[in-house]
């Protein structure tokens, strides 16, 4: 799994490339906890369009996060979610608690 972070506004952007399981899920949490502390952000963006599999570490990766930027007023956005991982989305009810957008240009003016 690879990681690339842009901050647009309040908004850290989270590209994530490749496969989301229980090999990748703490160094990606890792990465993504660290980078929320330092630049202190309130939302950020998980852009799913680079991933090719996501198991369930996948989906405790973004509701630990999600529950992170809660206690900060925050929010957790999805995008650029493939069919295969939209299944995964709704099957778990992730998409109840985060919001899902079809682009980087929506996910911002919406937030």
Same mark, same amino acid.
């Given at each position: 799994?690879?990681?690339? =972070?842009?901050?647009?506004q309040?908004?850290? $952007? *989270? @590209? ?8 990748s899920?703490?160094e #990606? ?23 090719? =599999? ?6 405790? $990766? *973004? @509701? ?11 929010? #957790? ?6 069919n295969?991982l ?24 919406? @937030?």
């Amino acid at each position: 799994m690879h990681l690339k =972070f842009n901050k647009i506004q309040d908004n850290l $952007v *989270v @590209i994530l490339i490749g496969e989301l399981d229980h090999h990748s899920a703490e160094e #990606v949490r890792v990465k993504i906890d660290d980078r929320i502390d330092r630049e202190n952000v309130k939302n950020i963006i998980f852009d799913f369009s680079g991933v090719t =599999f996501m198991d369930s570490s996948g989906i405790g $990766v *973004v @509701i630990g996060r999600y529950k992170k930027l809660s206690l900060r007023k925050g929010t #957790v956005s999805v995008i650029s979610v493939n069919n295969n991982l939209k299944r995964v989305f709704e099957l778990s009810g992730m998409f109840k608690i985060i919001n899902y957008y079809n682009n980087l240009d929506e996910a911002v003016s919406c @937030i």
